[in-house]
């Protein structure tokens, strides 16, 4: 997979890309992420990529013809690469967005920053916006890097084959269930029997069990778009049961 990214300060980018996984990734030829500085397709002599609003207020925002040049190099003819601003404005990145964008062969990542891009380069080449939350921040960079992150890692072959993607939190549609490594038991704390036992099985409805447990104490909102199977449900309407108020 091909993650164009650009910005106006490619140096934010290095320390993630340089470590761990991500550096694995390029390194297998799995990932190639090329960074392209926005200032190099300014036209006048100081580099100026942003100017004031039209219109008065605080701020600057960040000029079309720049921005849309360097949109338009990267891309080449290669016109079926989503071209993504982020921005807080967007539709909000979640598991299933990332799925969406590791199907992709190729990715165009833009970073806003200052108060935002002129509007007219949404309408000229942007096809996607993403926010990463309800929250602001200082530039687009962050969000880029995250992205990146998440979807680097559901390219085919990033993951060893014991620890899939496919059972992480969010893309069951639940929380996930808790870990434990040696020793068997910390500070008076032990290890659940079960994950002791070498019962397969056992271990596996355990996970499912705790799992639906963290979701209905956390963030009960999932439980609403995941399915379960009827013992689970009659789980589920147990916790419930616990947790309502005595009645008299
Ligand atoms: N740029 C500024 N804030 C952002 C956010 N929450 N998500 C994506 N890009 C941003």
Do not use: N
Request: glycine share 10%; with cysteine; proline share 6%.
């Amino acid at each position: 997979m091909q993650i164009d990214i650009l910005t106006l300060f490619p140096s934010m980018f290095d320390g993630p890309l340089t470590e761990s996984m991500l550096k694995r990734a390029q390194e297998k030829g799995l990932l190639t992420v090329r960074l392209h500085d926005i200032r190099d397709h300014a036209t006048d002599k100081h580099r100026t990529v942003d100017d004031t609003p039209y219109g008065g207020g605080g701020g600057m925002v960040m000029m079309p013809e720049p921005l849309v040049a360097a949109v338009e190099g990267v891309r080449g003819a290669d016109e079926t690469a989503p071209v993504i601003l982020l921005t807080p404005q967007g539709r909000v990145f979640t598991q299933q967005v990332a799925r969406e964008l590791a199907a992709h062969p190729r990715l165009i990542l833009v970073c806003g920053r200052y108060e935002g891009v002129d509007e007219r380069v949404r309408q000229a080449v942007i096809t996607d916006e993403i926010s990463i939350g309800d929250f602001v921040l200082t530039g687009g960079e962050l969000a880029a890097m995250v992205i990146v992150d998440a979807v680097a890692r559901l390219i085919p072959g990033m993951l060893g084959a014991r620890w899939g993607a496919e059972e992480d939190s969010h893309a069951m549609g639940l929380i996930e269930y808790p870990h434990y490594t040696r020793p068997p038991v910390f500070r008076e704390m032990a290890v659940p029997d079960v994950l002791l036992s070498g019962d397969h099985g056992a271990v596996e409805a355990w996970r499912r069990r705790e799992a639906i447990r963290r979701t209905w104490q956390r963030r009960p909102d999932m439980l609403l778009s995941v399915e379960l199977g009827g013992a689970e449900r009659w789980f589920l309407a147990d916790l419930a049961e616990a947790d309502a108020p005595l009645r008299g």
